[in-house]
Nanobody, 123 residues
Framework: QVQVVESGGGVVQPGGLLRLSCSVS????????VAWWRQAPGKQRELVAR??????????APSVTGRFTIARENTQAGVSVSLQMKSLEPEDTAVYYC??????????????WGRGTQVTVST
């Protein structure tokens, strides 16, 4: 079993900052990458940022480049991936999901998703 758990969401004023964390743990042998996605009401889920496990290569959506930073660190239980967000805008309001990509266990390879954490940017 593989667990993906997000934390750190909340309410913040425009221009503020927030840090999300994603813990990936369990019986994973290898994993290709971890990505943060977001989905605002009435909109499609969009990719926000992604980091690869082998080379720590990062990619960002144009709308968050320069404002968001994704980073990873190994933990005893697996991997922790953070998303540091600054200069937040009301348009950043969404449910943020963590996605562990191409996770290989002893029996299969698949993607795993967390349940999401709400980020609200409002006065």
């Amino acid at each position: 079993q593989v667990q993906v758990v997000e934390s750190g969401g909340g309410v913040v004023q425009p221009g503020g900052l927030l840090r999300l964390s994603c813990s990936v743990s369990g019986s994973l042998v290898t994993m290709n990458a971890v990505a943060w996605w977001r989905q605002a009401p009435g909109k499609q889920r969009e990719l926000v940022a992604r980091i690869t496990m082998m080379a720590n290569t990062t990619t960002y959506a144009p709308s968050v480049t320069g404002r968001f930073t994704i980073a990873r660190e190994n933990t005893q239980a697996g991997v922790s991936v953070s998303l540091q967000m600054k200069s937040l805008e009301p348009e950043d309001t969404a449910v943020y999901y963590c996605n562990a990509q191409s996770v290989r266990t002893l029996f299969a390879q698949k993607d795993y998703w967390g349940r999401g954490t709400q980020v609200t940017v409002s006065t």
